[in-house]
């Protein structure tokens, strides 16, 4: 990932996704941003992961946005948490339905 932190480090999470926000979109495809609550994998607790613009999300052999993903969705995710950000941010996900 460009500009991050070398310090920054990856965490995996799976589980199946409780709620998606969708916080803002642009005009253009992949422009939305917001965030996605996780309920992790073996009933251990949720996480609140953010989708920043421009990231792209695996579902089989297509790539889809936050906004194609929904209630349910299984997801394998990796998440990074940024200087100065709240939310881990998802680096890469893959989705099944």
Request: aromatic residues 4%; contains cysteine; glycine residues 14%.
């Amino acid at each position: 990932m460009a500009g991050a932190s070398s310090s920054a480090k990856m965490q995996p999470y799976e589980g199946q996704i409780k709620a998606v926000k969708v916080e803002k979109c642009g005009l253009q495809p992949g422009s939305c941003e917001g965030s996605v609550i996780l309920a992790r994998a073996g009933g251990a607790g949720e996480d609140t992961l953010a989708i920043k613009p421009g990231t792209w999300l695996k579902r089989g052999d297509q790539l889809v946005t936050i906004d194609e993903l929904g209630i349910g969705n299984y997801v394998k995710v990796e998440a990074v948490q940024l200087p100065g950000q709240q939310l881990q941010q998802i680096t890469i996900l893959s989705s099944g339905d």
